[in-house]
C-alpha cells in the first residue's frame, strides 16, 4: 500500500473564512478521483470535546458514530464526502494535554520532564498520524483550528512544522487568508495576506498553495502579485469568491484546479477529472426549484442559526430533492405563548421542534406543539423535541395535566420522561450522556418504517432522558404509537401519531446522518408530507424522489 499522504488547512488574517468548506470541498474533489480520504479537526480550546460547550460559545455540537462530541465541522465534514467521522477525527488541546498527563502519570516518560516540545508536539503528531495508519487512507486532510497567530495555536503549527520535515513529498500545506476590499480606495488589498504568510513563514512553515477568499472576484494580477510576495507557486494560489450556497465550493476550486495542483506536488496520479455528476445534479435541481416550502422551527436559540446547523442543512437538502426552496423560520420558543402562536407559526407547511436542554423555553415548545397538533400540521420533533410533544400528548389527550420530564420538574406527579437509569450514577458532565450510534427496530406499517423502507436502521443519540416505559400502554391507547425502540435497551426512539398527517417525535438526532448525496429518509418524509406532494389535489409526485432516498 502506498504512503498516507497527509495536507494541513491553515488559517489566518480573520477567523471564520471558511476553512472547513475548504477542506471538504478538497476532500471532496479527491474522493471523487477515487482517493480514500477523511477529513480531522485539532482544535486549540483546552476543553476536552465540544459536549460541555455552550452554543452561543461554539455552535452545534455534533456527535460523531463513536459517541464522540465534536465541532459543528465535521458535519461539513460528513455532508460533503458521505463519510462517518469517529473521535479521531475532533482532537482538542484539552484532549492532548489530558492525554500527555495521563502518560507523565502513569510513569511513560520515566521521570523525565514533560515539555510542549517535544512530548506534547508528539502527541498531535500522532493523532495525525495514526488515523491515517489506522484506517488505510489514501488522504488525511487535517483542519487546525483557529488563525496563526494566536498562542493557543503554537502547539499544533510547531507540530505541523516538524511533519513537514520528517514527511516531505507526503506532506502537503494549505493557507486560507482575507482578502478585503476598501470601498473608499476601490481596490482589494493584500497586504494582511503577506503578513499572515509571514507569520507562517516565522513559524518555519511555507504553504504550498493560498486560497484567498474574498466578497469579488480577483483578477490575475492579484493572484500573480501575492504568489511573488508569498513564494508561492503561481498556479497555486487560488480564490474563494462568495457563492449562493457552500454546496458550489467544490466546483468553484476544481475550475482552478486545486486538485490537480495538490496532486501534482503529493506526486500522485491525476486520473481522470471527475464529472461530479450526483453532485451537480443537486445544485441543478436547487437551481431550478421554485415552489417554497415554509418550516417553522421552534428552539430556544432561535438568534444563534450554527447551534441547529445540521437540521437546516438536512431541510434544506431535502427541500431540495423535492424541487423546494426552503424558506426556514427559526422561532424562539421562549417568546411563544397561548396568544400570539396562531401569528408566530403562520404560513407553515410543518414545524420542526428542536433539540435542546433545560427548562428555559420549554413551555412555549409546548403551546407550539398542541397548535401545530390540533391544526394537523406536519410536525417533526427531534430529541427533547421528541419529548415535548410526549409531554404534551400526556398532558392534552391522556388527561395527565402534572405530566413533565424529570430534568424540568424531579417532584413532578407523572414522570412521563425520565432520567435513564444508567445515568443516575454519573456524577461528571463531559461525554455522560447516551451518546453515538445505536440500533432502532421500526414497526412495520409505521410511519418511521415508510420512510427508512426497513424495520432496522441506526441512528446517533446524545440525551439523558428517556420516555418512561411505565406509561406506554396508556399512551399507546390513547393515540400515540411507539413505532420505533431500541432492541437491547427497549428504550423508545420514535413515536407517531398515525391519524394525523405527519406526526413524528425521534429521541434520537436524524440529521447527524443526512448527507447531500444520501439525505435522511425522515426529513425526505417530512418535507414531502409538507409540501403536499402525492396528496389528493395536488401535483402529484415528483420522479426521481422517494421517501426511502438516503
Known sequence: MAETKYIFVTGGVVSSLGKGIIASSLGKLLQARGYRVTIQKFDPYINVDSGTLNPYEHGECYVTVDGHEGDLDLGHYERFLNIQTTKDNNITAGRIYQNVIFKERRGDYLGKTVQVIPHITDEIKRNIKSLGIKHKFDIVITEIGGTVGDIESTPFLEAVRQLRRELGRNCFCLHLTYVPYLSAAGEVKTKPTQHSVKELQSLGIQPDMLVLRTERKLGDDILDKVALFCNVDQGAVMQSVDVSTIYEVPLMIQR????????????????????????????????????????????????????????????????????????????????????????????????????????????????????????????????????????????????????????????????????????????????????????????????????????????????????????????????????????????????????????????????????VVSPNPLFMSFIRAASRIGEKGTAGEKSGVGEGNG
Open 256 to 515: 482552478q484546479g486545486m486538485d490537480e495542483v495538490v496532486l501534482r506536488k503529493l506526486n500522485m496520479p491525476l486520473g481522470d477529472k471527475p464529472a461530479m455528476e450526483s453532485w451537480m445534479a443537486f445544485l441543478q435541481k436547487r437551481k431550478e426549484a421554485t415552489q417554497e416550502v415554509c418550516i417553522k422551527l421552534v428552539g430556544k436559540y432561535a438568534e444563534l442559526p450554527d447551534a441547529y446547523k445540521s437540521i437546516h442543512e438536512s431541510l434544506s437538502q431535502a427541500a431540495i430533492y423535492h424541487d423546494r426552496k426552503l424558506v426556514l423560520d427559526v422561532c424562539h420558543s421562549e417568546q411563544i405563548n397561548d396568544s400570539n402562536v396562531a401569528d408566530v407559526l403562520k404560513g407553515a407547511d410543518g414545524v420542526v421542534i428542536a433539540p435542546g436542554f433545560g427548562q428555559r423555553g420549554i413551555e412555549g415548545k409546548f403551546v407550539a406543539i398542541r397548535y401545530a397538533r390540533e391544526q394537523n400540521l406536519p410536525t417533526f420533533g427531534i430529541c427533547l423535541g421528541m419529548q415535548c410533544m410526549v409531554i404534551e400528548y400526556a398532558r392534552s389527550v391522556m388527561n395527565l395535566p402534572g405530566a413533565n420530564s424529570t430534568e424540568m420538574n424531579p417532584k413532578t406527579e407523572d414522570p412521563i420522561i425520565d432520567f435513564m437509569e444508567h445515568q443516575k450514577a454519573i456524577t461528571s458532565m463531559g461525554a455522560s450522556m447516551r451518546l453515538g450510534e445505536y440500533d432502532c427496530v421500526l414497526k412495520e406499517g409505521s410511519l418511521a418504517f415508510k420512510a427508512y423502507g426497513k424495520t432496522r436502521i441506526k441512528e446517533r443519540h446524545r440525551h439523558r432522558y428517556e420516555l418512561n416505559n411505565c406509561y406506554l400502554e396508556q399512551l399507546e391507547a390513547a393515540g400515540m404509537k411507539c413505532s420505533g425502540i431500541n432492541p437491547e435497551s427497549s428504550l423508545v426512539e420514535v413515536v407517531e401519531v398515525p391519524g394525523l398527517r405527519w406526526y413524528l417525535g425521534t429521541q434520537f438526532h436524524p440529521e447527524f446522518t443526512s448527507t
